[in-house]
């Protein structure tokens, strides 16, 4: 499990939430949810910027460097609510970029395979109207 994912789980836990709750909240299955959690299935930026709100964290707390520190001291006789602490200074910028990287060569490499079928398609089209 990467990092992001143990955050998840971690932030998941302390709000005493399901796996099936944060599901629903992010729209999809709880199968989905837990392949994420595992580090099965991509962590995409939009998930991370749900699970930021949902969290009422910044998008950057599931890049951290650092598990998260959380208080559980929250009862009538504590000094203050919940918090959660992340490390700034950490070069969450540099796994975003690295992030996006990754999906711009995704996407050329989809690119290229499509036009590579447009390239065949067009020339099975052109054999067809010659034989007629």
Do not use: C, W
């Amino acid at each position: 499990m990467e990092r992001p994912q143990k955050i998840m789980r971690i932030l998941r836990e302390s709000k005493d939430y399901s796996q099936e709750y944060v599901a629903n909240v992010l729209n999809i299955s709880q199968k989905t949810y837990s392949s994420i959690e595992l580090g099965k299935s991509k962590l995409t930026v939009h998930r991370i910027q749900q699970l930021a709100e949902l969290y009422n964290v910044k998008p950057e707390y599931f890049l951290s460097e650092e598990l998260p520190v959380i208080n559980y001291n929250t009862g009538p006789n504590s000094h203050g609510g919940n918090f959660e602490t992340y490390n700034n200074n950490i070069g969450a910028t540099d796994f975003l970029k690295s992030m996006y990287e990754k999906m711009l060569e995704e996407k050329n490499h989809t690119i290229n395979n499509l036009e590579s079928q447009i390239e065949k398609l067009t020339t099975i089209i052109q054999e067809l109207t010659k034989e007629k």
